[in-house]
């Protein structure tokens, strides 16, 4: 199952939905992410060239906690930028504090 971000368009923040493609480890280990609560977000930067990917968990009446975040060249630097991601936030995940043991990543 494609991994699902929130894409931020510019020039005004507008957002849409966009899917991408990692082997099956990886999109399972995401899946498990997103069911903890947690979202993937990207975004094209000012200069047309660098994109920041993150995956955040929401918090009430706070910013998301960054779990774990890339910045990397448009184009094909992407899909192993986003393996980084998942693993990275997969680990943060398994050690926040708040983690009573119930959470584990297969990371």
């Known amino acids: 199952m494609p991994i699902p971000f929130t894409q931020y368009l510019l020039p005004d923040g507008a957002t849409r939905c966009i899917a991408i493609n990692l ?10 992410l ?36 890339e910045l990397v060249s448009n184009g094909p630097a992407i899909p192993p930028a986003v393996e980084r991601l998942v693993v990275a936030a997969g680990r943060a995940m398994v050690a926040r504090p708040d983690n009573d043991g119930t959470t584990s990543m297969a990371v």
């Open 34 to 69: 997103i069911n903890s609560g947690a979202r993937f977000e990207l975004e094209l930067l000012g200069d047309l060239q660098t994109v920041s990917l993150e995956c955040v968990l929401p918090r009430k009446g706070e910013d998301p906690e960054v779990l774990a975040g």
């Open 23 to 32: 082997p099956r480890s990886i999109e399972l280990l995401a899946a498990e």
